[in-house]
T-cell receptor
């Protein structure tokens, strides 16, 4: 059974700092990996999707890397801003052996960026 | 990007009543829809997967008679919580995947906060 672990569970940083969020997964036979952002009481916003054949994806100040063989991904946020404060979720997608691809989520990292 | 809506955003109901939550894909046809539940400070847990026109496939431990899922069209899925109890209070999020939108990328709705009193 796939397990996804995110470290740290919570992180508080001053504005402007660069930071790294970590995600690890136990089954390397993933189809893709996604990073999401979730604001309190809200749904999920997709930030980056990395296909299993890719090693990284970039969008603005965000960069996500994937090392499939070691079961690890990192999300790098440059020049953090108070508006980046949210919970960041990592999820991996696997084929369930039946007819569907399914996402398994980590518990998330709660990020607080202090002005 | 693709848009998925949910209605209602919040609902409060009395114990023993049933509640229906709608999930719609607004600008694409969703061949597959997923329903998740999220408890406070926990991650999303998949409850069931439904393919349009077929019966939903439920995850282990999810009561299919309590959580009724209907995916009758390519743009609408509903989740009905029957005979709701306080322990069913949670945040329910739907997700959709469809043609021409990155074959296996899922798009998420804004969630529905259910409170059972």
């Amino acid at each position: 059974k796939q397990e996804v672990t995110q470290i740290p569970a919570a992180l508080s940083v001053p504005e402007g700092e660069n930071l790294v969020l970590n995600c690890s997964f136990t089954d390397s036979a993933i189809y893709n990996l996604q990073w999401f952002r979730q604001d309190p009481g809200k749904g999920l916003t997709s930030l980056l999707l990395i296909q299993s054949s890719q090693r990284e994806q970039t969008s603005g100040r965000l960069n996500a890397s994937l090392d499939k063989s070691s079961g690890r991904s990192t999300l790098y946020i440059a020049a953090s801003q108070p508006g980046d404060s949210a919970t960041y979720l990592c999820a991996v997608q696997l084929f369930d052996g039946g007819s569907n691809y399914k996402l398994t989520f980590g518990k998330g990292t709660l990020l607080t960026v202090n002005p | 990007g693709a848009v998925v809506s949910q209605h209602p955003s919040r609902v409060i109901c009395k114990s023993g009543t049933s509640v229906k939550i709608e999930c719609r894909s607004l600008d694409f046809q969703a061949t597959t829809m997923f329903w998740y539940r999220q408890f406070p400070k926990q991650s999303l847990m998949l409850m069931a997967t439904s393919n349009e026109g077929s019966k939903a496939t439920y995850e282990q431990g999810v009561e299919k008679d309590k959580f009724l899922i209907n995916h009758a069209s390519l743009t609408l899925s509903t989740l009905t919580v029957t005979s709701a109890h306080p322990e069913d209070s949670s945040f329910y999020i739907c997700s959709a995947r469809g043609f021409g939108r990155g074959s296996y990328e899922q798009y998420f709705g804004p969630g529905t906060r259910l409170t059972v009193t």
